[in-house]
């Protein structure tokens, strides 16, 4: 896979430190509460998975994949639900796990949809901010690292669903994807 990433971003040991300090100062959030963390299917597992593993509190887990119609031509519309939560939402507090925030359009309308179905609470964590993109104006609770607007794979984060499984965050060289 080599021949096709330009630059490492953000290497493996970097991740595992950042993500036990997010764990960490979850767990401390929670230590007193019930929670659901919901991961947005692909792009969240790799970075959910060592999230929960490194926090010390007991949690639920579940998923989520939601397809947004949201570009900025279409600030009114909806997200289509492609696989909802098996849990119920009311009276919860939920964490939503995301891979990378970019437009933001996709979770300022699921954390919408969480809060309508009656949940307790709904707090966004987000490993990769690509905060020049943002088009709409959402909170990012627990946030990782801001990255350049370049083209990211690994970590859970995809071309044509190529590369999820890099251990690293890198930029793709443009004959990759050109
Ligand atoms: P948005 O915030 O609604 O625009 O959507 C964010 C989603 O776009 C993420 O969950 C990723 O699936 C995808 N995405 C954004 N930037 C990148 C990238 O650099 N590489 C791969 N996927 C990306
Ligand atoms: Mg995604």
Do not use: Q, W
């Not at 490492?8 to 767990?27: G, L, P």
């Not at 964490?95 to 925030?101: M, W």
């Amino acid at each position: 896979m080599d021949e096709v990433i330009k630059e490492i971003i953000i290497d493996e040991e970097t991740i595992e430190k950042k993500v036990k300090e997010m764990a960490k100062e979850i767990s401390d959030d929670y230590r007193d509460e019930e929670l659901l963390v919901v991961g947005i299917l692909k792009g969240a597992i790799i970075f959910m998975s060592d999230l929960i593993k490194a926090m010390d509190i007991p949690v639920k887990i579940d998923f989520m994949n939601v397809s947004s119609y949201g570009d900025s031509s279409v600030s009114t519309g909806e997200i289509k639900i492609l696989k909802d939560l098996e849990n119920d939402v009311e009276g919860k507090n939920i964490l939503i796990v995301e891979d990378i925030i970019d437009t933001g359009y996709t979770l300022e309308k699921l954390t919408k949809n969480l809060e309508d179905r009656g949940a307790k609470s709904v707090k966004l964590c987000a490993f990769l901010d690509k905060v020049d993109r943002r088009e709409v104006d959402v909170h990012i609770d627990y946030k990782g690292y801001v990255v350049p607007d370049d083209f990211l794979v690994g970590y859970g984060l995809d071309y044509a669903e190529k590369y999820r499984n890099l251990p690293y965050v890198a930029a793709l060289k443009e004959e990759a994807y050109m």
